[in-house]
């Protein structure tokens, strides 16, 4: 079952007669042994009306089925937290560099999210896309996030000296 299919129609064509239908035939009719007509085709034709989608790979539950809900997304739920707790350091701003340290948490939540989606089977709604670009993804943009805030202005705590070139390059 692949997507734009689903358990009903096997094939992929559509109820109505749609793409690949033979002309005059139901839906389920197939040539007799006297009718004369040739056999149905399969139609290799995208259907007209996508009836469900592929689950990405790693896309299933990551706890058994009788768990309840919460246990069954705790990759999800943990890469949540931990961004959602960067957003309200950032938000109250508790204490001197709270900005910093909650974008780091922020940008760390998205690594911890790739490491998640590449150790982890199963990773429930976590999985967005496939393995590889979920990766990517996640951990690119988590790596440019925690560098942004490490370089972030005043008192950066990575000096970066091209950087300081580039600035004065183009702002004269």
């Known amino acids: 079952m692949g997507a734009g299919t689903s358990p009903a129609e096997p094939d992929g064509s559509s109820e109505s007669g749609g793409e690949g239908a033979v002309a005059g035939a139901g839906a389920g009719a197939v040539a007799g042994p006297g009718t004369g007509s040739a056999p149905r085709r399969r139609s290799r034709r995208f259907p007209k009306f996508t009836r469900d989608t592929a689950r990405p790979e790693g896309g299933g539950r990551a706890a058994s089925g009788d768990a309840p809900a919460p246990a069954r997304q705790w990759p999800l739920l943990t890469v949540l937290c931990a961004a959602g707790a960067g957003l309200l350091i950032v938000a109250l701003?508790?204490?001197?560099?709270?900005?910093?340290?909650?974008?780091?948490?922020?940008?760390?939540?998205?690594?911890?999210?790739?490491?998640?989606?590449?150790?982890?089977?199963?990773?429930?709604?976590?999985?967005?896309?496939?393995?590889?670009?979920?990766?990517?993804?996640?951990?690119?943009?988590?790596?440019?996030?925690?560098?942004?805030a490490l370089v972030a202005q005043p008192k950066p705590w990575l000096d970066v000296p091209i950087l300081e070139d580039a600035v004065r390059f183009t702002v004269r």
């Open 93 to 148: 701003d508790p204490f001197d560099q709270a900005f910093r340290i909650g974008t780091i948490l922020i940008g760390g939540a998205l690594i911890a999210g790739a490491v998640l989606r590449w150790v982890v089977p199963s990773v429930g709604m976590l999985a967005v896309r496939s393995r590889f670009t979920d990766l990517v993804t996640y951990g690119l943009m988590g790596t440019l996030i925690v560098l942004l």
